[in-house]
RNA sequence: GCCGCGGUAGUAUAGCCCGGCUAUUAUGCGGGCCUGUCGAGCCCGUGACCCGGGUUCAAAUCCCGGCCGCGGCGCCA
């Protein structure tokens, strides 16, 4: 039973069972459907909670009841005071026999689209119309999965005495070259929006040791598919005392838990969704880049090495893989960024891994360069220019420990978890190339 | 940005290849019947061919351009 008796309601809709048989209530939500047989009107209500039956007796309710009742239309904001019975041949075992019903709002018709989800929508018409289609029951279950994932990384990485900041998201200089930056007019200055917070967790992790942020980013590139926006979040870790795999050990574990959990919390949730998650169990199988590379030139592929895996590659590598869930690790250092550490005893490869689900990136990560040296030298090889990163490169004179950590898309992860199509869909306002409204 | 496919009532669709008839069906909406529905049911009605140009006696259908969308690729630490 959710404790939180206001104004407008003394129930929500899903603590109306037979429990309450005898109670008078008032609850308050949303015409979600009307069946009218009659002599007998049913008008299901719901709100954030879930559903309810109000069920009006052409014989026996009040005039008032009725001439409302008439009224009423799908989606219109509606106050019912009345008193629960308990009828096996209720959805749920029991109803509401209204004694009063209040109009709080009456929605036009006909509705942009079908929130019983009778008729389905295009994900265009939905992104269009979302605040209609965040009412619909997939979309509910797709929130309270992502909440129940929130819920359980934050826990996940408290227990292991990760502590959770929060970086700035206004930046002064476009920090490391390659991804296209938001520019910002900050105080008559020229400023960007944040593309990951990178720089800034690793100076906390060297004060903190131990930090992580749930958070946006954004970035202004081409990238048109359904797996990318120019505004998404970012679960970020980064440890001190902390190499690659230390890391990796954190981030399986996280998935780990993030799936047991939503199993266990979230089982209408998936049904809703009709979607059920893999098996999985630690550890997670790891490839190294330069043994993905062969398998894929087992299978025929052209594929130099040195080259960055596609999502093509991807997609054949998990043909043979065979597993939901791996790691490639230990890529090439050129194609990572400047800040990842070269493997000491090779330092053509790097202590890098990215974590993927089936085709798709979910996270990446490293152990980072802690030298101040050897990343003026990283940054050179790239044609970087050192001196726009002084304001980060100059802790490193003051006690940088060696550290590691990883960034995971929270949407990406979202998509493994409800079996969507597109991080667009997972995201409540997505922004992507074109859109920008709502 | 490139390639492919598409754009038909509020929503989702059939029709398009092979031009011509009242543009199909579901859902919604309006009306009617019905006292236990739970995607209620049945009957009647309502509402649409993305924009511009071209071909043709005749264009939703064929051609050209534009705009928009979806998928793939590319771009993306």
């Known amino acids: 039973m959710i404790q939180m008796e206001t104004k407008y309601k003394t129930v929500m809709c899903r603590d109306v069972d037979k429990r309450l048989h005898g109670k008078t209530v008032v609850m308050a939500g949303w015409v979600h459907q009307i069946r009218d047989l009659g002599g007998k009107k049913f008008v299901v209500v719901r709100d954030g909670s879930g559903l309810v039956q109000v069920t009006i007796a052409k014989d026996s309710s009040s005039k008032d009841v009725l001439e409302i009742a008439e009224q009423l239309t799908l989606e219109s904001v509606v106050q019912v005071k009345g008193v ?12 509401i026999a209204p004694i009063e019903i209040k109009i709080l709002n009456l929605a036009k018709k006909p509705l942009p689209l079908d929130v019983s989800g009778k008729v389905p929508a295009d994900i265009d018409t939905r992104l269009r119309e979302r605040v209609m289609d965040l009412r619909r029951r997939e979309m509910r279950a797709v929130v309270k999965i992502g909440d129940t994932v929130l819920k359980v990384i934050r826990e996940v990485l408290r227990q292991k005495g990760f502590v959770e900041v929060f970086t700035p998201k206004i930046i002064a200089t476009a920090t490391e070259g390659g991804a296209n930056l938001f520019p ?9 929006l944040a593309q990951s917070p990178q720089l800034y967790k690793e100076l906390l992790a060297a004060s903190l040791e131990r930090v992580f942020e749930i958070g946006p980013a954004w970035r202004a590139e ?12 970012s679960i970020d870790v980064e440890a001190a005392f902390m190499d690659y795999e230390d890391v990796m050990k954190i981030l399986e574990e996280v998935v780990y838990e993030v799936i047991k959990s939503v199993k266990q919390e979230n089982e209408d949730d998936l049904h809703a969704l009709n979607h059920s998650l893999p098996e999985i169990s630690l550890p997670l199988p790891r490839v190294r880049y330069i043994d993905a590379v062969k398998m894929l030139r ?23 893989l065979n597993t939901p869930l791996y790691f490639i690790t230990e890529f090439p250092t050129k194609i990572r960024a400047f800040y990842t550490k070269p493997k000491d005893s090779d330092p053509i490869y790097s202590e890098s891994f990215d974590l993927v689900w089936k085709h798709l990136e979910l996270a990446s990560g490293s152990s980072r360069i802690h030298l101040k040296e050897q990343l003026i030298k990283a940054l050179n090889d790239r044609g970087l220019n050192a001196e726009s990163f002084s304001y980060f490169i100059k802790w490193f004179d003051y006690g940088m420990p060696p550290h590691a950590g990883w960034g995971m898309g929270y949407a990406r992860l979202m998509l493994m978890l409800t079996g969507r199509n597109s991080v667009k869909e997972v995201t409540l306002f997505p922004r992507d190339k074109k859109r920008l409204v709502p």
């Open 298 to 320: 087992d299978k025929g592929v052209e594929i130099e090495i040195g080259e960055d895996l596609s999502a093509t590659h991807l997609r054949l590598l998990n043909e043979t």
């Open 184 to 192: 910002v007019i900050y105080f008559g200055k020229e400023a960007f």
């Open 84 to 95: 629960v019975k308990e009828d096996p041949r209720a959805p749920r075992g029991a109803e």
């Open 222 to 233: 081409e990238s048109d598919t359904p797996y990318h926006l120019a505004e998404f979040i």
